[in-house]
């Protein structure tokens, strides 16, 4: 039942193109749901097939779905920001209690001998390799990159403009104005 009403949902992101970012986690199947309930809600349609045409078919329409699915993102962004806030508080509370968090630090201690291993045998037998293991390996190295931005982005707070957005989405999630 998941790949239909996803696929519905990636259907209906021709109409507010935010919707495919949300799509591909493992929340896709709730997000999906929400998505093609509210094009059904905001259209008077009983399917997805018809909320879509409906919506191809009135500009007052897409406009209204749009709202719509704003908030949804906005609640998904909500939840995103608690769930890391609450990892965050997790790990306060162990260095407080004087322990470590043994598993985030295996966690980046093993991207960070994986990156340097792809980026090792890279540089060893670039010559040897055939370009297809050449960038077989290139794409690890990336995934194991990607690993130690993600934990640094954790440990040291994000940039500025998503600081922004994190503040933006507290206020509306306190019903204030911006």
């Known amino acids: 039942m998941a790949f239909p009403l996803i696929a519905a949902a990636l259907g209906l992101a021709e109409f ?3 919707i495919a970012r949300w799509l591909g986690g493992e929340n896709a199947e709730n997000v999906a749901h929400h ?3 509210t094009a059904k809600r905001v259209t008077g349609a009983d399917d997805p097939v018809t909320a879509a045409k409906a919506l191809s078919e009135n500009s007052l329409l897409i406009a209204e779905f749009q709202k719509e699915i704003i908030k949804i ?3 998904l962004e909500l939840q995103f920001l608690q769930d890391r806030h609450n990892a965050r508080e997790r ?3 162990l260095a407080q209690a004087g322990r470590r968090n043994v598993r985030a630090d295996i966690m980046v201690l093993s ?3 994986g ?3 792809c980026l090792y045998t890279l540089a060893s037998y670039a010559g040897s390799l055939p370009g297809e293991a050449v960038g077989i390996i290139s794409t690890v190295a990336g995934i194991f990159g990607s690993c130690l931005k993600d934990a640094y982005n954790f440990e040291f ?3 500025r403009g998503s ?3 994190d503040s933006v989405v507290a206020m509306m999630s306190q019903g204030q104005k911006f």
Request: charged content about 30%; proline content about 4%.
């Open 163 to 165: 600081k922004e957005k």
């Open 35 to 37: 998505v093609v309930e």
């Open 91 to 93: 790990d306060i509370a």
């Open 16 to 18: 507010a193109p935010v």
């Open 73 to 75: 993102e906005a609640e």
């Open 157 to 159: 707070g994000s940039s």
């Open 115 to 117: 990156l340097i291993a």
């Open 111 to 113: 991207a960070a001998v």
